[in-house]
């Protein structure tokens, strides 16, 4: 007996009608279309598409990965109020994590577009930095991190964490964040020129590691305060001539040692500061003078900084960095020093 259901017979009415199968064909393949669409658009959110981000090169794109838009939205994120605030060249002798930097240069506060390491490629972990280089600020620490994190063995964090003076209350946990991935025997490095003459910073670098590698570029302090200056005053050219803010009395020549242009040329000061927590043969002094009139043979000293930050001395022999230096109140003292055994170190004294 065949089994007769009304259901199976419309059923089979509407197969056999040539039009309403293409009809249902159709509404089936556009089914399928809306799925495929609906699909795409929420896995497109999903993938980090680039980022534009302003820096001091004006507007650039950085590939974004999910991580690394993160970093950038972060420290993109709104200036603290005090951070706007300019002021009027009056700083403490030396700064502490809540000062202003009067002469902060934007850079400090924009990331980076390379934030991270070109070379990283999301493999490895994030570890505290081993090697810090903590100033001077405009003694071209930026042309020396560019210039190390060529190197295979160094990873670096293109923008300014400015952790150790004006976030440390955020914790190791978020500086940690900030840097980038390494693979084992891998250097993590920031730079940050600033924690140079922030008081709390030796002390806080030490809490962190006693072992971390300081790096510090100095530069004839005269020609630092011009260039400090000179950025400043780009931002703002309504400001006091350099004459008058390095001057206390033009006649008798008594230099304004308040100004923090000429407070951070004052390298031996605030190197006393640093040597309470760490001893000379931790901190490696490298030439400013010479990142601009010779940075290929700056270049050159690569593998003797990884040799430097690995604690292994590189089979060439210790390396030598010249470095001139010069009084900042008495500019006709200049002579020249060997780093390391820098013991003839007179900048400011
Ligand atoms: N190789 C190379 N390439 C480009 N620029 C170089 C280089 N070496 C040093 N400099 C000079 O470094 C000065 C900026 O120093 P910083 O990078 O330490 O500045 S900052 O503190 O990060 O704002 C800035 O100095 P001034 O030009 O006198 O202002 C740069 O010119």
């Known amino acids: 007996m065949e089994y007769y259901s009304p259901v199976f017979h419309s059923l089979h009415a509407f197969w056999y009608s040539p039009v309403k199968r293409k009809l249902l064909l159709l509404s089936i393949m556009f089914l399928v279309w809306v799925y495929m669409l609906y699909s795409c658009v929420g896995?497109?959110?999903?993938?980090?598409?680039?980022?534009?981000?302003?820096?001091?090169?004006?507007?650039e794109t950085a590939p974004a990965t999910g991580r690394r838009s993160d970093l950038v939205s972060r420290l993109l994120a709104k200036p603290q109020p005090w951070e706007d605030v300019e002021s009027d060249y009056e700083e403490p002798s030396v700064r502490t994590a809540a000062s202003r930097d009067l002469l902060?240069?934007?850079?400090?506060?924009?990331?980076?577009?390379?934030?991270?390491s070109s070379f990283s490629n999301g493999s490895g972990s994030k570890k505290l930095p081993q090697a810090i280089i903590i100033g001077v600020k405009k003694?071209?620490?930026?042309?020396?991190?560019?210039?190390?994190?060529?190197?295979?063995d160094i990873r670096a964090v293109g923008a300014e964490p400015h952790f150790f003076d004006r976030n440390y209350e955020n914790g190791l946990e978020w500086y940690r964040d900030l840097m980038p991935k390494t693979l084992e025997g891998q250097i993590t490095m920031e730079k940050t020129p600033?924690?140079?003459?922030?008081?709390?910073?030796?002390?806080?670098i030490s809490a962190m590691s006693r072992d971390t590698k300081l790096i510090v570029v100095v530069r004839d302090p005269v020609t630092r305060a011009i260039s400090?200056?000179?950025q400043t005053l780009s931002k703002k050219p309504d400001i006091p001539s350099f004459e008058s803010l390095t001057f206390k009395n033009r006649t008798t020549g008594l230099i304004d040692t308040s100004w923090s242009a000429v407070q951070i040329g004052i390298y031996a000061k605030h190197l006393d500061n640093w040597l309470q927590y760490f001893p000379m043969d931790q901190i490696l002094f490298v030439s400013g003078e010479r990142l601009i009139s010779d940075p290929a043979g700056e270049l050159g000293h690569l593998t003797y900084f990884t040799y430097f930050l690995k604690d292994q001395t590189h089979p060439w022999g210790i390396p030598v960095f010249t470095i001139r230096v010069s009084d900042v109140r008495n500019p006709e003292n200049t002579?020249?020093?060997?780093?390391?055994?820098?013991?003839?170190?007179?900048?400011?004294?």
């Open 139 to 152: 003694g071209g620490t930026r042309a020396l991190l560019e210039f190390l994190r060529v190197h295979p």
């Open 228 to 230: 400090d200056y000179t």
């Open 335 to 349: 002579g020249t020093m060997n780093c390391p055994g820098h013991s003839q170190l007179v900048y400011g004294k």
């Open 194 to 204: 600033s924690y140079f003459v922030t008081r709390e910073a030796p002390a806080r």
């Open 43 to 59: 896995y497109c959110s999903t993938v980090p598409g680039p980022v534009m981000v302003d820096t001091p090169r004006g507007k």
């Open 104 to 116: 902060d240069a934007d850079r400090d506060r924009v990331p980076d577009p390379s934030a991270m």
